[in-house]
């Protein structure tokens, strides 16, 4: 049993590093989930008659939106720029 829970930890530091890594060039990322995760509960409240909450997550989805595309764009230039860092270097 013990053996299990080390080989699914490592597992999980593993992935942790991937998530860290990627989220670290797409800046913009845990926005846009954010934002998806709070449109989809949105469209579940107002399915269930919850306009006023529907109404709220999904303004708060759009702001969340706006952000990531926002970092997104910071990651691209960031990334553009470390390219042309590296491309003098060489």
Known sequence: MYGVLQVFMRSLRKLWKKAMSYIEENLGAPCIVAFMALLILSAIELA??????ASKLAEAAYYNLVAGVILQIVSIFRS???AQERKAED
């Not at 269930?48 to 909450?53: T, W």
């Open 80 to 82: 553009e720029r470390k």
């Open 48 to 53: 269930l008659g919850n306009e006023d909450l």
